[in-house]
């Protein structure tokens, strides 16, 4: 089996033992000799996830019969997240950014935001059928509120126009965070916006540590970075202003807002407040698939 030998350390040794061997050899050689055995410089690669779940592919059939279904019938499907929390202010970009040449845009040397400046978190929203997406830049804690509070927002700005009369909602989440299938708060929010829609919302979670399945992260999310790459988040206006300028060769098309409301961490859910809710599970992995009905107003 072969061992790992990535590091110029590592070439320089086997240089080094083979010089003192009696055999003249240089660095140059060593790659040539590593590359001829098969061997080639690598970064590390995430690929691995962990135990899987022995119903991890029943899971993504469900989710793409339900997804189907919907669509045919022309009922909204969204699929949501939060993505990663973005430091406001003169803070380094990855990526590069055309500027006149050998006057580079001057940034922070360091990445620590002073205290109380805050930090953006854009909730999205993407409907795969119609290649749309709405993201809600809040500056509070990523909470279930906030999460349901874009998802409301979402359905007020495109939503309610695009599916008038639409009697059910499938949103398609991640199994974990501010929407995870174990948060009370997420379900007691959702059952509130039911209410309000008088419309049926439907829950399916992808399973345990297959968040990057989901498809908000490869439509919406990776061209949103590539669109503020090199790009300092200098503002909240400039978030959103490049969030809703994200535009692709297929049509992708983006809005975005911000969300100045606070949003308080740790909000207890009583097992009352549960029993109120017209939750129904599904046959199959209730825990990840399940229903909000509208209750009687």
Request: hydrophobic share 30%.
């Amino acid at each position: 089996m072969k061992r790992p030998l990535t590091t110029c350390k590592s070439t320089y040794r086997l240089a080094e033992v083979l010089q003192e061997r009696g055999h003249a050899i240089s660095q140059r050689s060593v790659y040539r000799l590593l590359t001829a055995l098969g061997y080639s410089l690598q970064g590390n690669r995430k690929a691995e996830e962990g135990a899987d779940h022995p119903d991890r592919d029943a899971q993504f059939q469900f989710i793409n019969r339900q997804v189907r279904r919907f669509q045919r019938r022309g009922w909204p499907v969204i699929s949501v997240d939060t993505k990663k929390k973005e430091n406001i202010g003169e803070f380094s970009q990855r990526g590069r950014e055309w500027e006149q040449q050998g006057r580079p845009r001057r940034t922070k040397t360091h990445d620590f935001r002073a205290k109380g400046e805050p930090k953006a978190s854009p909730y999205g929203v993407y409907d795969p059928a119609r290649d749309e997406g709405w993201v809600n830049v809040g500056i509070s804690h990523d909470t279930a509120q906030f999460a349901v509070a874009s998802i409301r927002g979402w359905w007020r700005k495109m939503g309610r126009e695009r599916y008038p009369g639409a009697p059910e909602l499938l949103i398609t989440a991640d199994a974990g965070g501010s929407n995870g299938y174990r948060t009370r708060l997420w379900k007691v929010e959702l059952q509130g916006l039911a209410d309000e829609l008088g419309s049926a919302i439907t829950v399916c979670h992808f399973p345990p540590g297959t968040s990057k399945w989901n498809k908000i992260e490869h439509r919406l999310f990776s061209f949103i970075s590539k669109n503020w790459r090199g790009r300092p988040l200098d503002s909240l206006a400039t978030i959103v202003n490049l969030i809703s300028h994200t535009r692709t060769g297929t049509g992708l098309y983006v809005e975005a807002s911000l969300d100045y409301a606070e949003y308080e961490k740790g909000i207890k859910v009583t097992d009352a407040q549960m029993e109120a809710l017209r939750l129904k599970r599904d046959k199959f992995h209730g825990e990840w698939n399940y229903s909000l009905i509208p209750r009687p107003k």
